[in-house]
C-alpha cells in the first residue's frame, strides 16, 4: 500500500483538496498536520458563545452557472446547498477626515455617482475604473482561476482560454494592468486615491479591482452562513468518508527523498512515515528551505523568496457584543483622522468585519465586530518570544486602543464588550507557519499574476506543491491547488490502488 500513498502535509484548504482527490483517483492518502485540527488560515474558534472566524471573507466562483463550482461539488459530494448568504454591499469606505463615506453596492451607476460627487476633478479614471468592471460582466472569470500550471498545460492552452476572454481583453491591459496604487497616484483628490488603493490590496492590478465589482455586480460574491471551519470541516468528512486519514498534531520536520524521489516525510517526533508520493501544501518556504532542505532550488524560486513582496501580516480583534449591529456593513474601512500606534506600527485605516449576517456567529441580540490592521511581523515576534507578558499587555492595549476609536462610530460600543480576542502575526506563524505571519501568502501583485508559479521541483519525483505559495491566495485557486498536484503526480507515472 505505502508505494502508492499519498502523503499530503497540511490540512488547510488546499491538502485538504489534495486529500480529496487523492482518494476520487483511487490513492491511499495520509494527511499529516502540524496543528491539533484542520483549516490553517482558514480557521475559527469558538470563545464562549461566539464564534471567531479568522478566515473568509468573501466566497465566489460557487454558483452552480460558474465553471469552478465543479470543484464544490466534487470536494463536498455535492452541491453548495444554503451555505452561501448573498453579497449585497461589498463594502462601506469611511474617511474621518472629510466626512465622507461611500457604500460599494451591486449597482456599479450609483458607485461611479458617489464618485463622481467627491472628486469631479477624476472623471476619466473613475470612468475607466466603472467601464472596466462593465466590460468584465457576465463573463465567466472563474475560468482565470481554473488556468492549468506549467506542468499540465499543453503549450497552445492559454491561447483558447484567452480567446474564450477576448471581449473582455481592454480590462487585463494597460491602464487595468497597473497595480491599483499607481493607479490611484494619478488622482487629483487624495480621498479618491486613498478610497481606490483601500478597494482591497494596494498592490492588486487595477483589472483584480474591476472583476471584484463586475462579480458584486452579477451577484457573484457571497459570505459562508457558518464560517470558514463548517466548510473546511465538509472536505475533511468527505476525504475521511472515502477513506482517507489525517493526522493532526503531527508537524513534519523533513520530507525524504531517496534515488531522486519523495519516499515519504520524518516527523518532529522521529517517526518516519513512507509513502509513494508526497505533495506539500503547506508554507512554501518552510517546504523548500526546511523540509528540503533548499536542495531542489532553482534560479526562479530564489528569486521569487528573496525579493517578492509578502501579502500584509496584520493583528485581528475580534470582539464578542452585547449588540446586534444588524443594519451594519459586513465590511467597513475606516480612515482614521489620528493614526494608531501600537507596537511598530502606526495604523491609518481599519478594517472591520462586522458577522451580522447569520446567526451562526453569536447568539440573538449579540454581534462578532473584528477590526484588522496591518501589523509588523518582527516586532510581534519578538515580544512573544522575549517578554511574554509585555506581549500579552501589548494585545490588550491594542485592542483598547481600536476599541476607543470604534466609540465614535458605535456610541456605546465599549460598554458593550463581552470579550476581546487578539490574534497577531506571530499567532498566524505559531498556527500556520506561514512565513512571517503573511497569512494571504504573496502580494498579489501584476507581476504575481503573469508569472505561472510550477509546482514540481527539478531532481525530484513523486513530489508536488500544492498551496497558496504556489496558487495564490483564495478558496478556488488554493482548492484547484490541491486537484493539480494529484494530477501532475498521476500524469508522472504515479499508480493509483489496483492500476
Ligand atoms: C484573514 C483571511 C481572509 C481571507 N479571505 C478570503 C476570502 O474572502 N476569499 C477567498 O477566496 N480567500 C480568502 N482568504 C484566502 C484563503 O483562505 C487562503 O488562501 C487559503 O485558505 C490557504 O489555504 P492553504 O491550504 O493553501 O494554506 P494554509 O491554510 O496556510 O494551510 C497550510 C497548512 O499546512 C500546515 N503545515 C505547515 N507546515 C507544516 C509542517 N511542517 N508539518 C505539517 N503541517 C504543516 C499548517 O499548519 C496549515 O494547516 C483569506 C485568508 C485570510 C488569512
Known amino acids: 500500500?505505502?508505494?502508492?500513498?499519498?502523503?499530503?502535509?497540511?490540512?488547510?484548504?488546499?491538502?485538504?483538496?489534495?486529500?480529496?482527490?487523492?482518494?476520487?483517483?483511487?490513492?491511499?492518502?495520509?494527511?499529516?498536520?502540524?496543528?491539533?485540527?484542520?483549516?490553517?488560515?482558514?480557521?475559527?474558534?469558538?470563545?464562549?458563545?461566539?464564534?471567531?472566524?479568522?478566515?473568509?471573507?468573501?466566497?465566489?466562483?460557487?454558483?452552480?452557472?460558474?465553471?469552478?463550482?465543479?470543484?464544490?461539488?466534487?470536494?463536498?459530494?455535492?452541491?453548495?446547498?444554503?451555505?452561501?448568504?448573498?453579497?449585497?454591499?461589498?463594502?462601506?469606505?469611511?474617511?474621518?477626515?472629510?466626512?465622507?463615506?461611500?457604500?460599494?453596492?451591486?449597482?456599479?451607476?450609483?458607485?461611479?455617482?458617489?464618485?463622481?460627487?467627491?472628486?469631479?476633478?477624476?472623471?476619466?479614471?473613475?470612468?475607466?475604473?466603472?467601464?472596466?468592471?462593465?466590460?468584465?460582466?457576465?463573463?465567466?472569470?472563474?475560468?482565470?482561476?481554473?488556468?492549468?500550471?506549467?506542468?499540465?498545460?499543453?503549450?497552445?492552452?492559454?491561447?483558447?482560454?484567452?480567446?474564450?476572454?477576448?471581449?473582455?481583453?481592454?480590462?487585463?491591459?494597460?491602464?487595468?494592468?497597473?497595480?491599483?496604487?499607481?493607479?490611484?497616484?494619478?488622482?487629483?483628490?487624495?480621498?479618491?486615491?486613498?478610497?481606490?488603493?483601500?478597494?482591497?490590496?494596494?498592490?492588486?492590478?487595477?483589472?483584480?479591482?474591476?472583476?471584484?465589482?463586475?462579480?458584486?455586480?452579477d451577484g457573484g460574491l457571497g459570505y459562508l452562513k457558518n464560517g470558514s471551519l463548517d466548510f473546511v470541516r465538509s472536505i475533511e468528512k468527505r476525504f475521511l468518508e472515502l477513506g482517507g486519514d489525517v493526522a493532526y498534531n503531527a508537524p513534519v520536520e523533513s520530507i525524504l527523498v531517496e534515488n531522486g524521489r519523495a519516499s515519504g516525510v520524518r516527523l518532529e517526533d522521529g517517526r518516519i512515515l513512507r509513502s509513494g508520493a508526497v505533495i506539500s501544501a503547506a508554507d512554501g518556504r518552510e517546504t523548500l528551505f526546511r523540509l528540503l532542505g533548499g536542495r531542489y532550488l532553482d534560479k526562479a524560486a530564489v528569486e521569487r523568496y528573496s525579493s517578492w513582496k509578502l501579502a500584509p501580516a496584520g493583528l485581528t480583534v475580534s470582539f464578542g457584543l452585547r449588540r446586534e449591529l444588524a443594519d451594519e456593513v459586513p465590511l467597513t474601512t475606516i480612515s482614521l483622522m489620528h493614526p494608531i500606534s501600537f507596537n511598530g506600527s502606526k495604523v491609518q485605516d481599519l478594517s472591520l468585519r462586522i458577522f451580522n449576517y447569520s446567526p451562526a456567529f453569536a447568539p440573538k441580540g449579540r454581534c462578532v465586530l473584528q477590526a484588522w490592521a496591518e501589523a509588523d511581523f518582527d516586532s510581534w515576534q519578538r515580544l512573544r518570544d522575549g517578554d511574554p507578558s509585555g506581549y500579552e499587555s501589548e494585545k490588550k492595549r491594542a485592542a483598547e486602543e481600536i476599541l476607543k476609536r470604534l466609540e465614535k462610530h458605535y456610541p456605546g460600543i465599549s460598554g458593550q464588550v463581552e470579550l476581546a480576542d487578539v490574534v497577531t502575526p506571530a499567532t498566524v506563524r505559531r498556527i500556520t507557519r506561514n512565513h512571517r505571519g503573511a497569512s494571504m501568502a504573496w502580494m498579489p501583485t501584476p507581476r504575481f499574476f503573469k508569472t505561472p508559479l510550477r509546482r514540481t521541483l527539478k531532481g525530484v519525483s513523486d513530489f508536488a506543491l500544492a498551496g497558496q505559495w504556489v496558487a495564490g491566495s483564495g478558496v478556488v485557486p488554493c482548492l484547484l491547488s490541491g486537484k493539480h498536484a494529484v494530477e501532475i503526480l498521476h500524469r508522472s507515472g504515479l499508480k493509483p490502488s489496483g492500476g
Open 1 to 217: 500500500m505505502t508505494e502508492r500513498r499519498i502523503i499530503v502535509i497540511g490540512a488547510g484548504l488546499s491538502g485538504l483538496s489534495a486529500g480529496v482527490y487523492a482518494r476520487l483517483g483511487g490513492y491511499p492518502c495520509l494527511i499529516v498536520e502540524q496543528y491539533s485540527g484542520p483549516g490553517g488560515v482558514a480557521s475559527c474558534w469558538k470563545r464562549g458563545e461566539y464564534l471567531i472566524d479568522g478566515g473568509i471573507h468573501f466566497f465566489m466562483g460557487h454558483r452552480p452557472q460558474d465553471a469552478s463550482s465543479v470543484l464544490f461539488r466534487e470536494l463536498l459530494g455535492g452541491d453548495m446547498g444554503d451555505r452561501v448568504a448573498e453579497m449585497r454591499i461589498y463594502g462601506r469606505y469611511v474617511d474621518e477626515n472629510k466626512g465622507r463615506r461611500v457604500d460599494v453596492t451591486r449597482d456599479l451607476d450609483r458607485l461611479a455617482r458617489d464618485l463622481k460627487g467627491y472628486a469631479g476633478e477624476d472623471l476619466d479614471l473613475i470612468n475607466l475604473i466603472i467601464e472596466g468592471a462593465r466590460r468584465l460582466r457576465r463573463l465567466d472569470l472563474s475560468r482565470v482561476a481554473l488556468y492549468l500550471p506549467p506542468e499540465l498545460s499543453p503549450p497552445l492552452a492559454r491561447l483558447g482560454e484567452m480567446w474564450a476572454m477576448r471581449r473582455a481583453w481592454r480590462s487585463f491591459s494597460g491602464a487595468y494592468g497597473r497595480s491599483m496604487s499607481d493607479f490611484a497616484r494619478a488622482c487629483f483628490d487624495p480621498w479618491l486615491s486613498r478610497f481606490l488603493a483601500n478597494l482591497f490590496l494596494p498592490d492588486v492590478p487595477v483589472w483584480f479591482v474591476c472583476f471584484l465589482l463586475a462579480l458584486l455586480a
